[in-house]
């Protein structure tokens, strides 16, 4: 049994595809209580202070608008297979969530968000580091079809969002912290080869 877990961290763009290259690697180990996937949304900052106006402002693409701090706090406990309790975000609301979401301790933790590789607190937590490369256009395309269909946002919005926030935040912060990758992924969960190698890789963590 692993004294200390494994913390695989995959970054990328917004709707680059990290969040189903997660969810593979997860299903491979369906009902494996050895693996846990967390979301870095998780960790926006509370905006409950603030009113709905306000919130509605929040550049979501910036590292500012994360609680990096708690995020740091709670790896160091799942790197020592402590429990924690993880925060969860109501996008309807701009505000973090009256509920959480008790995680025990596991042998792998995947850990998936556009900071993930740029935050150095957090890539240092990461044991192996994954960065998910799809091309603009198709990320936009997704991110697009999300948000209107997931989050009730509407089409100019979206557009306005991206134009003024996504695009500009990923050239500045996401597109940088590419260097720091040990595995870049071209295309996201359609690139079998790499997601077959990262499989590989948990298997030989926790059999």
Known sequence: MR?????????GGSAS??????HQLYDCFQGHHKVKIMKQDD???DQSHMVFEERTKTNYDHPFAFDTDLLVEHLKKLKNK???LKPTYDYTLHTRSHITETIEGRD???????FV???????????????????????FIR?????????????????????????PMHEQFIEPSK????????????????????????????D
């Open 43 to 45: 960790y926006y900052k």
């Open 143 to 167: 991110r697009l079809r999300r948000d209107i269909e997931e989050r009730g946002r509407s089409l100019d919005s979206v557009c306005k969002q991206y134009l003024e926030t996504v695009r």
């Open 3 to 11: 004294e200390q877990a494994v913390i695989i961290g995959i970054a």
């Open 82 to 84: 402590e429990t924690i």
């Open 108 to 114: 792998v933790i995947i850990l998936e968000g556009i």
């Open 117 to 139: 590789l740029a935050e150095k607190a957090v890539r240092d937590m990461c044991d192996i580091l994954v960065y998910v490369d799809t091309d603009s256009d198709i990320r």
């Open 179 to 206: 260097k720091y990758a040990h595995i870049i992924v071209p295309e996201g969960g359609s690139n079998i080869v790499a997601v077959d190698l990262l499989i590989t890789k948990i298997k030989s963590i926790v």
């Open 17 to 22: 595809g990290k969040t189903s290259i997660a």
